[in-house]
């Protein structure tokens, strides 16, 4: 007897479901490196995405089409509507230049720790699901264990204590209102969009535009301090798993590579790569900033995340941005 045949359906007889809508997302920050950055996932990804930015440090052409954007502070209370069609919270604002925040303490706690418990305060108002907020590796600048773990917290500058001061917020609304939120401690990250604009840029920044110019790069201090660079897509990626993976709810983890150079080794990969034999000059060190930082990654990696882009790739992608944008006028 031979066997009862299915009848074949061809693919456009299957009746369509309406794909689920994804989250709402919310980001602080957004006209900012990290925050333009992400936005730019997200809505590639089809997530709605709404912005918040005062713009003292962020510039609205780079934020991207598609996101529904406020010029507003952290710090006021006009914000507070905008949480309550918003699933998730990416709050990255901050005054984030360690030698500024030495420089004013008060404003520093103004934005970094009124401003986040502010955005704390909208947020559990509005019932969000969760809050991924920025810390930094900064809150391990006293501490002499490399590759340093989550536990290692010793902060010192004015920076790293406002950023020390959210942790203890957000166990606060944890406790006492039930608010889920997932801390990021980013190491060096870098990639298009860089805070180029500076007195001082981010160092990747800072070589490439000076040999992109002809002009003599400077190194502070005897170059020696060694950093662990990691770009802007991988660290994306972790965004992504803080809305899919609820494994990361209540936790902190390092972003970093694992991997750290020196500032001398980051100017002799880069030199080459753009052809130029230009010997960088040496200025007085820069205060506040730690000798070393290298990530223990081990929590981050048990979830399944890893750093993808090489060093060399992503300087690749970088000097090609600021190319174009020097090609532009948008870098004098
Ligand atoms: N870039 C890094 O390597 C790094 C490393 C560690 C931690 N972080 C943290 O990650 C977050 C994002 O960093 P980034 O590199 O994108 O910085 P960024 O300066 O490029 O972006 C921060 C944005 O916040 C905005 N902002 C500042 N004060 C505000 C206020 N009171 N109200 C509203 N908006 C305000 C600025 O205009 C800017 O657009 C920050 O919290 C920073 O401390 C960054």
Redesign the pocket.
């Known amino acids: 007897m031979s066997k009862p045949t299915t009848p074949k359906v061809s693919v456009s007889q299957i009746p369509q479901v309406p794909p689920s809508p994804l989250p709402t997302v919310l980001i ?8 333009s950055n992400l936005a730019d996932r997200l809505i590639q990804k089809g997530y709605r995405v709404t912005g ?7 510039v609205r052409e780079q934020i991207p089409e598609g996101v529904e954007f406020h010029q ?4 006021d209370k006009s914000i507070f509507p905008l949480f309550q069609h918003s699933d998730y919270v990416f709050h ?5 230049c360690i030698s500024d925040c030495q420089l004013d303490p008060v404003e520093t706690a103004d ?1 970094n720790v009124r ?1 986040t418990v502010n955005v704390f305060e909208a947020a559990r108002r509005s019932g969000v699901k969760k809050v991924i907020y ?5 809150v391990y600048e006293g501490s002499l264990v490399f590759p340093t773990p989550e536990s290692e917290v010793k902060p010192e500058s004015f ?1 790293a204590l406002s ?1 020390f001061a959210s942790m203890h917020f957000a166990e606060g609304y944890r406790r006492y209102f039930g608010l889920n939120s997932t801390a990021l ?6 990639g298009p969009r ?2 180029y604009r500076r007195t001082i840029p ?1 160092v990747f920044s800072a070589f490439i535009i000076k040999l992109l110019k002809g002009e003599v790069p400077i190194i502070y201090g005897t170059g020696e301090k060694r950093r662990d660079f990691i770009h802007v897509d991988d660290i994306d990626d972790f965004h992504e798993m803080c809305i899919t993976d609820r494994r990361t709810t209540g936790r902190v983890f390092n972003l970093g590579s694992g991997t750290n150079y020196s500032v001398n080794e980051i100017y002799s990969i880069i030199a080459p790569l753009l052809g130029s034999d230009l010997k960088p000059v040496h200025k007085p060190d820069l205060p506040g900033e730690a000798l070393a930082n290298l990530a223990d990654i081990s929590l981050a990696r048990s979830l399944g995340w890893v750093p993808r882009i090489s060093l060399e790739e992503g300087l690749r992608t970088l000097i090609e941005f600021i190319r174009n944008e020097l090609a532009k006028g948008n870098i004098s």
Request: charge should be neutral; proline fraction near 2%; charged fraction near 20%.
């Open positions: 602080t920050g957004v006209a900012g490196f990290i925050g918040i930015d005062n713009l003292s440090y962020g507003l502070d952290i710090r990255l604002a901050a005054k984030n934005i401003g920025a810390e930094s590796s900064a920076y950023k401690r980013y190491f060096c990250v870098y860089q805070d981010p």
